[in-house]
């Protein structure tokens, strides 16, 4: 039987500024000013980031030539 190989889509704050090479406090701070989209199950709970959505950001971010 082959191994699993699912990779969540959803990462909570410090995983999420991992990605992105940030701060913890940088992707609040992005969340909050509505540059990243982010989910939240519970009022009070963590928050969760798309990787599509940091993606985009990334995209979106990027400076041409």
């Known amino acids: ?6 990779t969540s889509r959803l990462l909570k704050t410090p995983n999420a500024a991992k ?3 940030v ?7 992005l969340a909050h000013r509505g540059a990243i989209a982010y989910c939240q ?10 990787r599509n ?11 041409a030539p």
């Open 23 to 29: 701060s913890q406090w940088k992707i609040r701070q």
């Open 1 to 6: 039987m082959a191994a699993s190989t699912l």
């Open 53 to 63: 959505d940091l993606d985009k950001f990334i995209e979106e971010i990027k400076i």
């Open 41 to 50: 199950f519970d009022p009070d709970g963590p928050f969760w980031f798309d």
């Open 19 to 21: 990605y992105l090479n």
